[in-house]
């Protein structure tokens, strides 16, 4: 049987650990602290659920893509639609999880990073719900192609400051907010956006999108009266993929599919495939896979979608990933797009880039395994990212 | 013992404390800093820090991160490194203190590391997001090739994990004076002296100041309270601004601390 909980430091087997400088170490004991004693406490779950409820939008539906399984003709393909959420995606999840564990710890202040914007949109948003202060660290570049959530984070009041370090990308929006946070740790809390970072991160992000995966297993059950044969998601830092995955771990017959960023191709440099080119390390805080050269300096990497584009995975995916308990491939820019306009085509549903990755690992599998059912994590919609498919797709867009 | 050893007993002797000199190596290019180390040695530094640039440097400001960019656009590697403590080493005595990241080391492996820095001529380590939690191996590993390994102390650590980084640490223990990045401060942090107090509790080795002290002011003001000061960022940015007056600004730092430096005028 494969552990499900890291161990007292934070460990799933050689990965996740607590790599941080000293000024931090005691600040993330008390994150721990204030999490293992809301965790027992039926008060604060109250709330969480009525949130997710009443606020977020939760349960979100199960929804059979019935023309779309007839046109691929094999699997019959679920899609989970967490697009469906308040903000457009999961993130909110862990941010409204986050915010009660602020409050409860008496921080004003949050910080966040955020890639593709999703994470500050949801940040931004849960810290007006409960009047915080509200600074997101975000790349250059990816402010750049996502200048739809960086208007809507400044609407909801919240500070969007620019990183021009190194790729000016996620990484360094996280190493940016993470001196934030070495500087201002009395007053402030970093609302860390995936399963990543020192511990607690990695379990309690996932802790807060677990729901995903738990709402998804039952409502398979009552469809179709068994459980999936594959659940598919894409894999950035891999707190969408997480969530589901997580309360199908301990089914055996269900393959755990992860979907990775293969970029422009295969050279270090032009994706963000970390199972396929990548090695243990540490970075922010975590061991897991990382894109590295041979001195241990963190690669540059690339994708069409801001959300995929890190050098490092979540610590947890790196173990089931060992134990062969998941599996991880990879998707290209191009296969991606494609499967946004299929099926934004044959369901009348845009996905955010980075689901688009789940949804053409769908649609390559999906032919070949007929009499089966999958599950696919849409985790975000894709209205943040009609520029970048109006750049790609210039044949719709008779400007 | 080491060299690092060996100076914080002089420093006792002569009832001195001592002066620590950051530089980033390779910085600007891994040519330059033997010329360098010699010219911070000249002006009064004590021990000398090597940092060896990291593509993500998390705990430093931007002046460090900028010397980082521009010693790895040179070329500098952990191995480089080495070679430029071997150049150090043909004629210079002064103890050297790896500073790096987790990762750089890791890559190269920690046996391996131990053993190829001692043979250059490095008296110990720092590796700044390596908690004592995290650190069994690298400390087993640093320890049996007879090198030091220092950690971090800061404003925010409790009692037992001070206990913790006291155990870990050997040749001294490096206090972080405020809780924030590496980089040039206005005044010295209130929450700098009661560490030092809270530390010595907790041990006997001695204790190192550093973080925002960039003036001889601050300089002066940690004399009497700890065995030894560190600058860095003041003296990256004054190889980056006038590589040729870091032994002048040296010499200005260290004045406070009562050595006027071989060659100086006094």
């Not at chain 1, 161990?7 to 790599?19: I, K, L, S, V």
């Not at chain 1, 500087?183 to 970093?190: A, E, I, K, P, R």
């Not at chain 1, 390559?364 to 919609?381: D, E």
Request: aromatic share 6%; charged share 20%.
């Amino acid at each position: 049987m494969i552990a499900t909980q890291p161990d007292a430091g934070g460990h799933f087997g050689p990965y996740g650990g607590r790599y941080v400088p000293e000024v931090l170490m005691s600040p993330l004991e008390e994150l721990q602290h204030t999490y293992e004693e809301a965790r027992q406490d039926p008060a604060f779950h109250a709330e969480l659920d009525l949130l997710l409820h009443t606020y977020a939008g939760r349960p979100t539906p199960l929804y059979h893509a019935k023309r779309l399984s007839e046109i691929l003709g094999g699997a019959k393909l679920y899609i989970k639609r967490e697009d469906l959420l308040h903000t457009g995606a999961h993130k909110i999840n862990n941010c409204i999880g986050q915010a009660l564990l602020a409050r409860r710890m008496g921080k004003k202040r949050i910080i966040a990073e955020t890639g593709a914007g999703q994470h500050g949109v949801a940040t931004a948003t849960v810290c007006a719900l409960f009047g915080l202060d509200c600074t997101v660290y975000m790349g250059e570049e990816d402010m750049r192609r996502q200048r739809l959530n960086v208007f809507r984070m400044r609407l909801l009041g919240a500070k969007v400051e620019p990183v021009t370090n190194g790729s000016r990308t996620l990484k360094d929006a996280i190493s940016e907010a993470m001196r934030d946070w070495v500087t201002n740790v009395s007053n402030t809390h970093y609302l860390l956006g995936s399963a990543l970072g020192a511990h607690p991160y990695p379990a309690m992000v996932r802790d807060f999108h677990r729901v995903i995966g738990v709402e998804a297993r039952q409502q398979i059950l009552e469809a179709e009266g068994k459980l999936p044969d594959a659940v598919i998601a894409c894999v950035g830092g891999g707190s969408n993929a997480i969530g589901i995955f997580h309360p199908f771990i301990e089914d055996d017959g269900v393959r755990l599919i992860g979907v990775e960023a293969g970029g422009r191709g295969p050279a270090l440099g032009q994706h963000a495939a970390r199972f396929e080119g990548g090695s243990p390390g540490v970075l922010q805080g975590t061991r897991s896979y990382l894109l590295q050269d041979d001195d241990g300096q963190i690669s540059l990497t690339h994708s069409v979608s801001a959300g995929l584009d890190y050098a490092s995975v979540g610590p947890e995916h790196a173990l089931l990933h060992d134990l062969c308990r998941a599996e991880y491939g990879s998707c290209n820019d191009t296969d991606a797009v494609a499967a946004a306009v299929t099926l934004s085509r044959t369901e009348g549903i845009i996905p955010a880039l980075e689901s688009a990755h789940a949804v053409a690992a769908a649609i390559r599998l999906a032919p070949s395994h007929p009499g089966q059912t999958f599950i696919v994590n849409l985790s975000g919609r894709g209205d943040k990212d009609i520029d970048i498919y109006r750049e790609n797709l210039p044949e719709l867009d008779l400007r | 013992m080491t060299r690092i050893g060996q100076l914080f007993e002089r420093l006792k002797a002569e009832n001195r404390c001592g002066m620590i000199a950051y530089l980033t190596a390779g910085d600007p290019t891994p040519d330059a800093t033997p010329g360098l180390v010699a010219a911070l040695e000249r002006g009064g530094a004590d021990l000398i820090e090597l940092g060896v640039p990291f593509s993500d440097p998390i705990a430093d400001g931007p002046v460090i991160q900028l010397a980082g960019e521009r010693a790895l656009k040179a070329g500098t590697t952990l191995a480089r490194v080495l070679e430029i403590a071997k150049e150090i080493r043909k004629t210079s005595e002064v103890p050297l203190l790896l500073f790096t990241y987790l990762n750089p080391a890791l890559k190269y492996g920690f046996e391996r590391l131990a053993h190829d820095a001692k043979a250059a001529g490095i008296d110990g380590c720092l590796l700044t997001d390596a908690s004592v939690e995290e650190a069994g191996e690298y400390v087993k590993q640093m320890r049996a090739a007879g090198l030091d390994t220092v950690f971090l102390a800061a404003p925010t650590s409790t009692e037992a994990r001070l206990k913790l980084v006291a155990e870990y640490s050997s040749g001294f223990v490096y206090m972080v004076s405020r809780t924030g990045i590496t980089g040039e401060q206005q005044n010295i942090s209130d929450s700098a002296i009661p560490l030092v107090e809270r530390m010595r509790a907790h041990t006997d080795l001695p204790l190192a100041m550093g973080f925002g002290i960039s003036t001889p002011e601050h300089v002066a003001a940690f004399v009497g309270k700890v065995e030894a000061v560190v600058v860095g960022s003041a003296i990256v940015r004054q190889i980056e601004r006038d590589p040729a007056g870091v032994e002048e600004f040296m010499r200005e730092l260290a004045r406070p601390l009562g050595k006027t430096g071989a060659g100086a005028i006094s």
